[in-house]
């Protein structure tokens, strides 16, 4: 069953997260990850939504997600996001096919 990313970010240092940009599709791809959203527009239906820069990515489960998050290749561009966002991030399990 499919195992979603969901990141809330507000970039604090652009040029910072660009390097993370640039290096973080590949390793995602190696755990047959892939974006459903990418930090697009946001329109607001309901409420207050609280999102800044939204991700959203889908892996084939919970254990693959799980691996790319805690992955030695992650680490490095985990820190560079870290010091370039604030915001928040989970998984999330998606409902049997």
Same mark, same amino acid.
């Given at each position: 069953?499919?195992?979603?990313?969901?990141?809330?970010?507000?970039?604090?240092?652009?040029?910072?997260? &660009?390097?993370?940009?640039?290096?973080?599709?590949? +390793? @995602?791809?190696? /755990?047959?990850?892939?974006?459903? %959203? !990418?930090?697009?527009?946001?329109?607001?239906? &309901?409420?207050?939504?609280?999102?800044?820069?939204? +991700? @959203?990515?889908? /892996?084939?489960?919970?254990?693959? %997600? !799980?691996?790319?998050?805690?992955?030695?290749?992650?680490?490095?561009?985990?820190?560079?996001?870290?010091?370039?966002?604030?915001?928040?991030?989970?998984?999330?399990?998606?409902?049997?096919?």
């Amino acid at each position: 069953m499919a195992a979603y990313l969901i990141a809330n970010i507000t970039v604090q240092d652009p040029a910072g997260f &660009e390097a993370y940009r640039a290096g973080v599709p590949a +390793v @995602i791809a190696r /755990f047959g990850g892939r974006y459903l %959203a !990418r930090g697009g527009a946001i329109e607001a239906k &309901e409420g207050e939504h609280g999102l800044n820069r939204l +991700v @959203i990515l889908e /892996f084939p489960d919970m254990a693959a %997600a !799980r691996a790319f998050y805690d992955s030695p290749d992650y680490a490095p561009l985990l820190a560079m996001r870290l010091a370039s966002t604030t915001g928040s991030l989970v998984l999330v399990e998606g409902l049997p096919a």
